[in-house]
């Protein structure tokens, strides 16, 4: 059974700083990895989404990269503002892919000014 | 940019009570998900729907709920008798037909007491 876990739960870092954030998942046969956002009481905002066969993805200031046979994620902001104080999720398809997705915990980051 | 909508944003209601959560997916999107986050916990999956029908469901997707596409826009997630410990924030996902991101809604905060 895929179990997803990411570490650090919180984060608290200064503005301008670059940061890596971590996501781990116990069976390796995945499809994609997808990052997503989530704001206090809100919803999932995706972020990325990196394909089985990449190694990396980016999109301006994020770039996601993926190790599968590591069991491993990495989702890398670089000059963090506050503006990116947030939870932020990976979550995969289960071996099947049968399209529901099974999510880690998250990491909620605080970027201070 | 199209986005996924939920109504309501919050529902309370009473141990028992009938609850019908709404959802419009995305217009072109075929698959459709609801998921669900309990308050400190990770984000769970609950069913998925494609072509009329569920096409998969959790263990927590008991006889209590049940999924609806009444129409050519809506999706719905009733759940029948209410418990305290259906209390958490509903969220609807939608994807298209050969692509792999799922996008969400902002979510139902339902309250049971």
């Known amino acids: 059974k895929q179990e997803v876990t990411q570490i650090p739960a919180a984060l608290s870092v200064p503005e301008g700083e670059n940061l890596v954030l971590n996501c781990s998942f116990t069976d390796s046969a995945i499809y994609n990895l997808q990052w997503f956002r989530q704001d206090p009481g809100k919803g999932l905002t995706s972020l990325l989404l990196?394909?089985?066969?990449?190694r990396e993805q980016t999109s301006g200031r994020l770039n996601a990269s993926l190790d599968k046979s590591s069991g491993r994620s990495t989702l890398y902001i670089a000059a963090s503002q506050p503006g990116d104080s947030a939870t932020y999720l990976c979550?995969?398809?289960?071996?099947?892919?049968?399209?529901?997705?099974?999510f880690g915990q998250g990491t909620t980051l605080q970027v201070k000014p | 940019e199209p986005e996924v909508t939920q109504t309501p944003s919050h529902q309370v209601t009473q141990m028992g009570q009938e609850v019908i959560l709404r959802c419009v997916p995305i217009?072109?999107?075929?698959?459709f998900y609801w998921y669900r986050q309990i308050l400190g916990q990770k984000v769970e999956f609950l069913v998925s729907?494609?072509?009329?029908?569920?096409?998969?469901k959790s263990e927590i997707f008991d006889d209590q709920f049940s999924v609806e596409r009444p129409d050519g826009s809506n999706f719905t997630l009733k759940i029948r008798s209410t418990k305290l410990e259906d209390s958490a924030m509903y969220f609807c996902?939608?994807?298209?037909?050969?692509?792999?991101?799922?996008?969400f809604g902002p979510g139902t905060r339902l309250l049971v007491l």
């Open positions: 996902a939608s994807r298209e037909w050969g692509q792999e991101t799922q996008y």
């Open positions: 979550a995969v398809p289960p071996a099947s892919n049968t399209g529901k997705l099974i």
């Open positions: 729907f494609y072509n009329n029908e569920i096409s998969e």
């Open positions: 990196i394909q089985s066969s990449q």
């Open positions: 217009s072109n999107h075929l698959y």
